[in-house]
């Protein structure tokens, strides 16, 4: 089993539609929490950045993390289709010298 | 600041060839880290390095990738003798410190034939 799980989509949704992406994940330890979007050809930006649990929002964009449940999610609120990117999920315990384990991505498309 | 660069862009070689792959960090950023990215492993880590130090290369593959930063601004990462299963993406990215935030480059989309 890998440590983080990601619906790898493709995911393709109509314009103005509140998008959800998830991961779940097996290591306790993580406390760090990120999305990344990457643009085809390009590389990762990050685009969220949560601490242990709760949510965070950032205009059209809110981070959850239940880590009871060992499941974060991205909610895209009036998906643009300047949003059609593949999102990756990142996470890490709180180590100094831990490096971030990527999900493998969910694709998304948004229609105009 | 131009962000980190990559080169190059594509790469297409035969296999048993020698690869080199270029990266020039963003000024400032003391960590660099190289990784890979394929449809069926997604992105993994190969190595980081500190102040041009390596730190963890556990996650090279085999002996014949190999990564070197001679200075603050340049790293490269070498694939002797290249194989078909080597073809993926290769990202480098850096942070200003090991817990901060990953800018990465365009990356080198690797074919070897």
């Given at each position: 089993q890998k440590e983080v799980e990601q619906d790898p989509g493709p995911l393709s949704v109509p314009e103005g539609a509140i998008v959800s992406l998830n991961c779940t994940y097996?290591?306790?330890?993580?406390q760090y929490f990120m999305w990344y979007r990457q643009y085809s050809r390009k590389g990762p930006e990050l685009l969220m950045y949560t601490y242990s649990s709760g949510n965070k929002e950032d205009g059209r964009f809110t981070a959850q993390v239940d880590k009871s449940s060992k499941y974060i999610s991205l909610f895209i609120r009036?998906?643009?289709?300047?949003?059609?990117a593949t999102y990756l999920c990142a996470m890490r315990d709180s180590g100094s010298a831990r490096q971030l384990t990527f999900g493998s991505g969910t694709q998304l498309t948004v229609l105009p | 600041d131009a962000g980190v660069i990559q080169s190059p862009r594509h790469e297409v070689t035969e296999m048993g060839q020698e690869v080199t792959l270029r990266c020039k960090p963003i000024s400032g950023h003391d960590y660099l880290f190289w990784y890979r990215q394929t449809m069926m492993r997604g992105l993994e880590l190969l190595i980081y390095f500190n102040n041009n130090v390596p730190?963890?290369?556990?996650?090279?593959?085999?002996?014949r990738f190999s990564a070197k930063m001679p200075n603050a601004s340049f790293s490269t990462l070498k694939i002797q003798?290249?194989?078909?299963?080597?073809s993926a993406v290769y990202f480098c990215a850096s942070s200003p410190a090991i817990n901060e935030k990953l800018f990465f480059g365009s990356g080198t989309q690797l074919s070897v034939l």
């Open positions: 097996s290591n306790s330890a993580f009036d998906s643009q289709p300047s949003d059609s | 730190i963890d290369d556990s996650g090279m593959p085999e002996d003798p290249s194989e078909p299963r080597d």
